[in-house]
């Protein structure tokens, strides 16, 4: 069984068009978190929801909407897509805020033409 | 959260140790070490973290040295499936930090 697991696993759009990620956990975890790794292989932290409420967002432009419905998802929706917002997007998981272990799932590699 | 830095490559022959260093010279006393790594076009993976004394798993050993300014994951048989980027991170324990990944180390394990 996945663990955290992300859809879809690729996709690709035209600049100005609004996408969703979806994100599902099945660890029973309270914390879960988005990443974005850019062509550079940078990982950075862009929020981090606790019992489905916001505790971290890391000046993510306003366009970025995370939606976390109960504590096992946590979706990502990106308005009016930029060709900077290319990149693979990771959701994580962990047992608590700050545990030691986050999980992370296969990550989707979104590609803004 | 203090700095780590990593050679940017290493390669290692299949079933030897790989010993991949990070300096962490201005880590704070409640700063833990800890280390991922990411796996080709995968997410991150937890491998180990400490704090001051020496720490081993089933899948890495830990060595931190006493003045806690550098460490050592060690990785005593590598195999092919080890080859990956693995990420050094310092970070308060057990708080609602984040972790912040550097550029990493690219290890190539060589059949």
């Known amino acids: 069984d996945t663990a955290v697991s992300q859809t879809p696993k690729y996709l690709v759009t035209q600049m100005g068009n609004d996408k969703s990620i979806k994100c599902e956990q099945n660890l029973g975890h309270d914390t879960m978190y988005w990443y974005k790794q850019d062509s550079k292989k940078f990982l950075k932290i862009m929020f981090s929801?606790?019992?489905?409420?916001?505790?971290i967002n890391e000046t993510v432009p306003n366009r970025f909407s995370p939606k976390s419905p109960d504590k096992a998802h946590l979706n990502l929706h990106i308005n009016s897509l930029e060709l900077g917002d290319s990149a693979v997007y990771f959701c994580?998981?962990?047992?608590?805020?700050?545990?030691?272990?986050?999980?992370f799932g296969p990550g989707t590699r979104l590609t803004v033409l | 959260d203090a700095k780590t830095t990593q050679p940017p490559s290493m390669d290692c022959a299949e079933g030897r140790a790989a010993n991949l260093p990070c300096n962490h010279s201005t880590i704070s006393g409640n700063e833990y070490v800890y280390w991922y790594r990411q796996i080709h076009s995968q997410g991150p993976q937890y491998i180990i973290h400490?704090?001051?004394n020496n720490e081993t798993n089933e899948m890495a050993s830990l060595i931190i040295t006493e003045d806690r300014k550098s460490s050592t994951l060690i990785l005593p048989h590598a195999t092919l499936r080890d080859t990956a980027v693995y990420y050094c991170?310092?970070?308060?324990?057990?708080?609602?930090?984040?972790?912040?990944f550097g550029t990493g180390t690219s290890l190539t394990v060589i059949p």
């Open positions: 400490g704090l001051k």
């Open positions: 929801y606790n019992n489905k409420e916001l505790i």
């Open positions: 991170i310092v970070r308060v324990g057990n708080t609602g930090n984040q972790f912040y």
């Open positions: 994580a998981s962990s047992l608590t805020v700050g545990a030691n272990e986050q999980f």
